[in-house]
């Protein structure tokens, strides 16, 4: 794996421990790419340019992203928080937010996982041996420790300090990058707890994060929910889980059943029409009309598919008389390879007419059925429903 690749997926790892050890077996192939410029306008801009281009798109994302996720959540017409209010629980998320807070709880995992990431993507790894070598994994795999490190380092005589130089330049980045997340989750928690809780709760919370149990806790909460056994606990229990849905898939479906499907504006009445038309504030007409267009292109390409069906079924007939013939001469064939008999040329005017006229009306029934085929899709998209 590449000096890219692997830190790239040293801060991914980071970042989402939880997805890492939902699939430990598979390793993302990720690379590190320059940023996408889409447009005409983008040839032949700076290294520095492309980047804040890149930076002002994905800025606009989130910001986009944000809006939504405030107009599903409705966080935005929150009521605003007394000052003493928010006070309270900015002194509790300080408690169970304490600097290194993140970091602390992803190195319960990172500093294993990323070391056991290393040893299975690594040049030493089986999977990697076999990919470079060609050998197969299990021919590797029954090799020991000693001689896979001797064969990895015929390929990267310096793997070992190519690692140790990943390890100190993404772990690093990482801790700033956590260090920097820190005060947001304060702040966002703070609000949360503000409104979740009353000021007498918040207070009775701090009192007791000001006790030894209550810093011992405090400062241990958020790591342990990254706690190895944690995961593994969690990792354990979704099978289960996922078999209660599968051995009740049938009777989930059969419930879902039992509902009406959804009304198509083809399939309203008129009276539903009108009453639509008052509620959304249209002319009956103007809905009739989209109506009448989704209805039209139905009945046309039910027409058509009659028809195709028609062409399809005497195109079936005609070519089971001429498969039946083509077998026939294909199983005595079989028989008797060098028979002069299966030569055309040999064949009695009729007997060859008869053959070709069936083979020409199987061509001729298939082409037909595809070209009824074409003309029922075209008549279905003459008209679609207004937008």
């Known amino acids: 794996m590449s000096t890219w690749k692997t830190m790239l997926l040293a801060g ?22 320059a940023p ?60 169970l937010v304490p ?9 319960n995992l990172y500093g294993k996982l990323f070391k056991g990431l290393m040893d299975e993507f690594g040049g030493t790894s089986d999977l990697m041996l076999s990919i470079k070598t060609g050998v197969e994994s299990e021919k590797i795999a029954a090799l020991d ?18 690692e140790d ?53 405090s400062s241990e909460w958020m790591a342990l929910q990254a706690d190895p056994e944690l ?25 879902f059943k039992d509902l009406p499907k959804e009304k198509q504006l083809a399939d309203l009445s008129d009276a539903e029409l009108a009453k639509l038309a008052k509620l959304m504030k249209v002319s009956v007409k103007e809905l009739k009309a989209h109506r009448d267009e989704w209805n039209t292109p139905v009945e046309e390409a039910t027409e058509a598919t009659e028809a195709v069906d028609a062409a399809a079924d005497a195109a079936a007939a005609d070519a089971d008389a001429a498969a039946d013939a083509a077998q026939a001469a294909a199983d005595a064939a079989e028989a008797t390879v060098d028979d002069p008999a299966y030569n055309r040329d040999n064949w009695s005017e009729a007997d060859r007419q008869r053959v070709e006229q069936l083979e020409e009306a199987a061509s001729n029934a298939s082409s037909a059925a595809y070209d009824a085929e074409e003309q029922a899709v075209a008549n279905a998209r003459k008209k679609k429903p207004s937008t």
Do not use: C
Request: aromatic share 6%; proline share 7%; net charge negative.
């Open 36 to 95: 996408a410029v889409e447009s005409d306008e983008g040839h032949g801009m700076s290294d520095e340019a492309m980047m804040a281009d890149a930076k002002a798109k994905m800025q606009k994302e989130i910001d986009q992203a944000v809006a939504m996720i405030e107009k599903i959540f409705g966080t935005d017409k929150l009521p605003p928080i007394a000052p003493a209010q928010l006070a309270l629980a900015q002194q509790t998320t300080t408690a």
């Open 145 to 162: 420790d000693k001689t896979k490190l001797a064969a990895a380092g015929i390929f990267d005589p310096y793997r070992q300090q190519r």
């Open 165 to 217: 130089q990943i390890t100190n330049i993404v772990k690093p980045l990482i801790s700033e990058a956590l260090t920097d997340l820190e005060g947001p989750m304060r702040n966002g928690l703070a609000h949360a707890y503000a409104r979740k809780f009353t000021a007498q709760q918040l207070g009775e919370m701090n009192a007791f994060f000001a006790t030894p149990a209550g810093k011992a806790y």
């Open 12 to 33: 991914a790892m980071a970042f989402v421990p939880m997805q890492a050890f939902a699939a430990p077996e598979e390793a993302p192939d990720a690379e590190i790419v």
């Open 99 to 107: 600097p290194g807070s993140l970091e602390k709880m992803l190195d």
């Open 231 to 255: 995961m593994l606990a969690m990792i354990k229990a979704v099978p289960p889980l996922v078999g209660k849905f599968m051995d009740r898939g049938s009777e989930i479906e059969a419930k």
